[in-house]
């Protein structure tokens, strides 16, 4: 499938789906709307509160505030992470000693976090940042751990066979191993670091889209609430757009699903 028909068919979804939305909210069936619009808002109410914050300018505050706390997040969490998991794989007995803390500090419930974040750091971005490289660390960590140990036996013996010191290793070897798993957890990551500015900004902010969205719940703006996660995933897709950008960059020398040839 071309790229081309591949971008037609994704956007099909996304008109079929609204279109949908738009005739459950409007138009009865069997003398029933089935989707009451106080609870569901409309496309063509949320489409106006959208153009309404871009065009008083009210959505770019927020939108450069958890830009912020998102990027940090993602880009402190991944460092973390990669750091770690690299360390870990080259190091079995400290990854055996720290396995079940790991595990233990990976099942803490991020939501019972925020507040201790909060306390700890204030109502500033770091208890945002704070929640977010929680959740992206534990992504990123596990699956640079996995890949640098996915390491082929047989690459590796010939590696070392042909004289590699371990930084040679570690630069034409593990590091082209684990590239793969780690840009995997990146796209995750992406998500999960905005996640984590959104739930923070919600439990307690003075902006952001995390702040605009609980606002909007707090008067009942079933509008506003939607308009609000309809940016938010708008903002999400451009992230992760930039980092498939990046992954194609270094990642030019993987061959693509199809090239190969018997």
Known sequence: MSRPQLTALQIMVAVVGIALWY???????????????FFFSNPVDVADQIVVWFATGVIWKHLWVTLAESTLAFVLGSFGGVLVGFWFARQPRTAAVFDPYVKMANALPRVVLAPIFTLWLGLGIWSKVALG????????????????????????????MLGMSERQLMRHVYWPSALSWMFSS?????????VGAVVGE???SAAGLGYLIQQAEGVFDVAGVFA???????????????????????????PRVGDARP
């Open 23 to 37: 005739a459950l909210t409007t138009y009865p069936v069997f003398r029933k709307i089935l989707l009451p619009p």
């Open 133 to 160: 490289v929680t959740l992206v660390f534990f992504i990123v960590f596990f699956n640079v751990y996995q890949g640098v140990k996915e390491v082929s036996p047989t690459v590796l013996a010939n590696a070392r």
């Open 186 to 194: 990146l796209h995750t990551s992406v998500g999960f670091a905005v």
């Open 202 to 204: 919600y439990l307690g």
């Open 228 to 254: 609000g996660m309809f940016v938010l995933a708008t903002f999400v897709i451009v992230i992760d757009f930039v980092v498939t950008l990046i992954e194609k960059r270094l990642l030019v020398w993987r």
